[in-house]
T-cell receptor, first 112, second 114 residues
Framework: GENVEQHPSTLSVQEGDSAVIKCTYS??????FPWYKQELGKRPQLIID?????GEKKDQRIAVTLNKTAKHFSLHITETQPEDSAVYFC???????????FGQGTELSVKP | DTEVTQTPKHLVMGMTNKKSLKCEQH?????MYWYKQKAKKPPELMFV???????INESVPSRFSPECPNSSLLNLHLHALQPEDSALYLC?????????????FGSGTRLTVV
């Protein structure tokens, strides 16, 4: 069935370092790949997304890359700051009715 | 208005109670969703409404009953819940179910079943 695997489950970096989170999806029909940041007790917030016709997208310190052949997409955060600490979820969606399949999440900790 | 509003923010209910969760958006989105999220886990899809019609039910127990009275409102009626149903219930909306554009989550209702 549909599945999204996300690694690592926890990630600790020093302030100013880069952080990379990787996801792999199983459904070749997936064509939409959002990333959400969820702080404790709050809603998942969309931070960046990419569609299957694009290989890379960047927004200030955040970038996402997509390799359709390998069914693999990654989130890159540069110059990390303590306020980047949160749980990050990747997800994959298709034209099949708006359903998003989420990865298991990565708990990112940025140490000052 | 670019928000999805959920009420109440917190709800404690007994196993014999009947309660409802409410979700509202005024972005003109025609797809609305209910997700359930347990602590430190990803959101899990429960229901999808597309143009006010139920299009996906992810085999959710009948003690959860969704309703979409109009294109801006989505309700989740709760009856005879179990303690394991305690979770954060998230509503989301997007422009259309087919495109995922503008997929936005509400702040959620934290439900505790006692």
């Amino acid at each position: 069935g549909e599945n999204v695997e996300q690694h690592p489950s926890t990630l600790s970096v020093q302030e100013g370092d880069s952080a990379v989170i990787k996801c792999t999806y199983s459904d070749s029909a997936s064509n939409y790949f959002p990333w959400y940041k969820q702080e404790l007790g709050k809603r998942p917030q969309l931070i960046i997304d990419i569609r299957s016709n694009v290989g890379e997208k960047k927004d200030q310190r955040i970038a996402v890359t997509l390799n359709k052949t390998a069914k693999h997409f990654s989130l890159h955060i540069t110059e990390t700051q303590p306020e980047d600490s949160a749980v990050y979820f990747c997800a994959a969606g298709t034209h099949q009715g708006g359903k998003l399949i989420f990865g298991q999440g990565t708990e990112l900790s940025v140490k000052p | 208005d670019t928000e999805v509003t959920q009420t109440p923010k917190h709800l404690v209910m007994g196993m014999t109670n009947k309660k409802s969760l409410k979700c509202e958006q005024h972005m003109g989105h025609r797809a609305m969703y209910w997700y359930k999220q347990k602590a430190k886990k990803p959101p899990e899809l429960m229901f999808v409404y597309s143009y006010e019609k139920l299009s996906i039910n992810e085999s959710v127990p009948s003690r959860f009953s969704p309703e979409c009275p109009n294109s801006s409102l989505l309700n989740l009626h709760l009856h005879a819940l179990q303690p394991e149903d305690s979770a954060l219930y998230l509503c989301a909306s997007s422009r259309r179910a087919e495109t995922n554009y503008g997929y936005t989550f509400g702040s959620g209702t934290r439900l505790t079943v006692v």
